[in-house]
């Protein structure tokens, strides 16, 4: 009787083993972990859980290159508030001008697939910067729309808005302003405010308006940073995350 237990437990082993589902794809890895809701990724790239390397893809259209100070302010950014031991990397490419006047976010999300090569893999997590040559289409009237982030590993900047606001008198500087609006939607990212990574203590701009924002104005994550309302109160620096913002990520795996 004994014996036959032993044996009917060994068979039921194999059969269960058997029965076994095939080898799932891994879900965090590839085209298909590029396609959720924005703050959706904040705690793979903040943290080191999973992935402990970071590249940033930089795809810009020509003529709208990046200044080297906004690419290693997005580096120092990283550095400061994510986890990633194996380093951040960025990769930068010149993509053909689209040359329309405006763009809508279903153009922007079909301009990533067709240009985004780097998809998170292995250990590395990927984030991807598409810089185009017009202006988004859904401007407000009272102020304009300098960049934004539309999915959980995916961001643009409107490079018209950036070249036509800057360098002139009592304007910012272009570097300035680039990095701003670039930190502020890698902020969004990361899962701020409210929208992936949850609030340690509640600062969430109350204005239904301005969901996903900071309620402190000095902050990086202040609603009017990513619009033409940045202009009136820029000053000579990038803003930085105030305490609020910093203390969400990380209690969300960050540094
Ligand atoms: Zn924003
Ligand atoms: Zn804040």
């Not at 301009?111 to 810089?131: A, M």
Request: hydrophobic share 40%.
């Amino acid at each position: 009787m004994r014996l036959f237990r032993i044996t009917g437990i060994f068979f039921l082993i194999i059969l269960l083993h058997g029965c076994e589902e095939p080898v799932r794809e891994d879900p965090f890895v590839g085209l298909g972990a590029a396609r959720w809701d924005v703050g959706k990724s904040a705690n793979f790239i903040l943290s080191d859980d999973r992935f402990t390397a970071l590249e940033l893809e930089i795809a810009y259209m020509e003529g709208f290159r990046p200044t080297n100070f906004m690419m290693s302010e997005m580096t120092n950014f990283l550095g400061e508030v994510a986890l990633k031991p194996a380093g951040v990397r960025i990769v930068e490419k010149e993509i053909p001008a689209g040359g329309e006047e405006f763009y809508t976010t279903s153009a922007i999300a079909e301009l990533e697939d067709q240009y985004r090569e780097s998809y998170n893999e292995g250990d590395t997590v990927s984030v991807f910067l598409l810089v185009v040559d017009g202006y988004f289409m859904q401007n407000e009237e009272e102020y304009f729309t300098i960049g934004a982030a539309y999915r959980n590993t995916s961001m643009v900047l409107f490079g018209k808005r950036i070249a036509e606001n800057t360098g002139g008198f009592r304007r910012p500087g272009r570097g300035n302003l680039e990095a701003t609006v670039a930190l502020h939607e890698l902020g969004h990212l990361l899962g701020l405010v409210n929208i992936g990574t949850d609030m340690v203590v509640p600062h969430e701009d109350p204005d239904e308006d301005h969901k996903y924002h900071c309620d402190n104005e000095d902050c990086l994550m202040y609603w009017a940073v990513e619009t033409s309302n940045i202009l009136n109160f820029m000053q000579n620096d990038v803003p930085e995350l105030d305490d609020n913002c910093r203390n969400d990520l990380r209690a969300n795996g960050g540094r």
